[in-house]
């Protein structure tokens, strides 16, 4: 038993963990079919842009349904949202691999769109819900860790499926999202931690409500400079830079693509931890400092070392960003209010920088230089930066009571790390006798 005059480390509820597993499990399914799926709609005989549209149609629907995914959150709550959008994607993307005809695919891809959103919305939000407000940037630099380290394994196990064919790899993300599921399923179905409260009512925070906060402003603006960096120009733009500037092979820009993920992931704890102990703030700062340098550096680079360098200095600054934005977000929100549409704003606006930042960006290669196109690429984290320069620290400094710290002091499991789901009841109070 805990003494009453020593004060308890908080640590993550085990319901964290059981999302970090699910999200390497869908990472590894992404990165088994995002490199054979231009080949795949190639075959189809189109054009370039038609290969594109797939790509995009998947994206434009992302954005489309954010607002009726934070509804559905509101709802319905954050657990079956994430699990019933985790299953539309593994229809959609299987229904993929059996496609006859290149519409066919556009719209599988269309309604698999559809359960991407359902799913990272809720699973942004569940996460909000159940972690203490001072462990949120922990939080959210584990989940990062987890879907960054299945995109990296992804490829690999992709490259061994489509010898085989090159529809398997659409068969084997279906089956990996499936066995997702399961594991949300199994081991949250009894979580009073995950529960929604129907008991009493919560209130709701609206889009508004929430852009009246300068903190949530900052979020939004990096947001959109991190989608347009990270999720748009850097898949986009890299590649045909290192083959066309830099006169090197497609094998090596792929090799730089890792080169940025090992610099994401290397920072992502750290900077979680740090900025649940000294501020959001900082290491949000930090974080767009490094990525203005880093990808403005990219353009200028005249060789592949230093190339492979100014990567991985980008992935870092887009790893120190991550956990605090995030966890900014959470704070604004609160663990009291829903915020499914809120959080649904935030995924929008992410998505706007990865549609349009590709294409200022290409009409600036086309017209200018590459040169031009990675500085105002990086001056959009520039830009962020100055939002995030007026806005106010939100990390709490009084501590505030959360239904993850109650139960887990009952138990007195608070300093013990986290609870290991054995799919029974994880997080909750413990089932009373009957009298």
């Known amino acids: 038993m805990l003494g009453n005059d020593v004060k308890a480390k908080p640590r993550l509820p085990g319901e964290v963990w059981v999302l970090v597993v699910a999200s ?33 149609s998947f994206a434009l629907v992302r954005l489309l349904f954010a607002p009726m995914s934070g509804r559905l959150v509101n709802r319905f709550g954050e657990t079956w949202v994430y699990i019933v959008g985790i299953l539309i994607v593994a229809v959609g993307t299987g229904a993929c691999g059996f496609a006859t005809a290149y519409w066919q695919l556009i719209v599988f891809r269309c309604f698999a769109g559809i359960g991407s959103t359902m799913f990272t919305v809720s699973a942004v939000g569940l996460l909000i819900r159940i972690t203490p407000a001072t462990l949120r940037g922990r939080a959210s630099g584990l989940w990062a860790t987890g879907f960054l380290l299945g995109n990296i394994a992804g490829p690999i196990v992709g ?36 529960a929604l409260d129907t008991s009493t009512a919560q209130p709701s925070m609206t889009v508004r409500d929430a852009v009246r906060s300068s903190a949530y402003r900052a979020a939004l603006a990096s947001g959109f ?19 066309e ?77 991550n956990p605090p934005q995030n966890a900014v977000v959470a704070d604004v929100i609160g663990a009291k ?24 960006a290409g009409v600036l290669v086309d017209h200018v230089s590459y040169q031009a196109a990675f ?61």
């Open 159 to 194: 490259a061994a499926l489509v010898e085989i064919s090159i529809q398997v790899p659409f068969v084997a993300y279906a089956v990996a999202l499936v066995i997702a599921a399961l594991v949300v399923w199994w081991f949250l179905r009894r979580s009073t931690l995950t």
């Open 337 to 360: 209010a829903k915020g499914g549409p809120v959080l649904a704003a935030f995924q929008m606006v992410a998505d706007c920088g990865a549609i349009v930042g590709p294409l200022l």
């Open 24 to 56: 390497f499990i869908i990472a590894i399914g992404f990165g088994i079919v995002a490199p054979v799926l231009p080949a795949y709609a190639k075959s189809f005989d189109v054009g370039t842009f038609a290969v594109s549209a797939v790509v995009s």
């Open 245 to 321: 500037a830099l006169r090197s092979t497609p094998a090596m820009a792929g090799i730089s693509l890792s080169v940025f993920a090992v610099g994401n992931a290397a920072v992502l704890m750290i900077s979680g931890k740090l900025s649940d102990t000294i501020g959001r703030k900082p290491m949000a700062i930090a974080g767009l400092a490094v990525s203005c340098f880093g990808t403005v550096w990219l353009g200028f680079t005249t060789d592949v070392p230093l190339f492979m360098v100014a990567s991985l200095v980008a992935g870092v600054g887009a790893g120190l960003l």
């Open 225 to 243: 400079a991190n989608g347009w960096a990270v999720f748009g120009v850097r898949i986009s733009l890299v590649p045909l830079f290192v083959v």
């Open 375 to 435: 500085t105002l690429t990086g001056a959009m984290a520039g830009l962020a930066l100055l939002f995030w320069l007026f806005a106010p620290e939100t990390l709490p400094r009084v501590e505030e009571s959360h239904v993850a710290s109650d139960v887990a002091g009952e138990c007195g499991t608070l300093d013990e790390g986290p609870e290991v789901p054995v799919g029974e009841r994880i997080a909750g109070r413990p089932r009373q006798p009957d009298a």
